[in-house]
């Protein structure tokens, strides 16, 4: 015979905003994986694209910071974009430590492809632009915040 805890309304799954966002994040990678298959994308792939259409030259490290993730973690998904021919990793001139990250010819046609993607989610999301724009703002406050808290 098993016993139950007491139920506490602070404790159930559905209560939580860390499962609200954990969900949600595992629906909008597998909302965003038939479009990138068709990329040939991977989403952290994808992401990684994201900040190299938007800053040619940019280092590792830069990158890294952007994408809010660790350097050594990301050179493997580096290193795979580069064995795809979407980009060229070139040491510094000035410090051999440093790596900068520049797009191919066929890195920058794929930002012609990737195009249609912010639609496609805006459409699966069931909401219209404004609604989207104001539930991004809420999240990077939001992330703003707990980083500040760290």
Known sequence: MTSQVEPCAELMLDNQLCFALY?????????????LQ??????????????LWENEGITVSEISARMLTDPGSLTPLLKRLESEGLLQ??????????????????????????????????????????????LRDDLIALRTQLQDAL
């Open 23 to 35: 969900s949600t994040s595992l629906m909008m990678t597998k909302t965003y994986k038939p479009l």
């Open 89 to 134: 990793r070139q040491r510094s001139s000035q410090d051999e430590r440093v790596v900068q990250l520049h797009l191919t010819d066929k890195g920058r046609a794929l930002h012609e492809q990737a195009k249609a993607i912010p639609a496609c989610i805006l459409k699966a999301s069931g909401l219209d632009i404004e609604q989207l724009g104001k």
């Open 38 to 51: 068709a990329l040939g994308l991977t989403y952290p792939q994808y992401l990684a694209m994201l900040v």
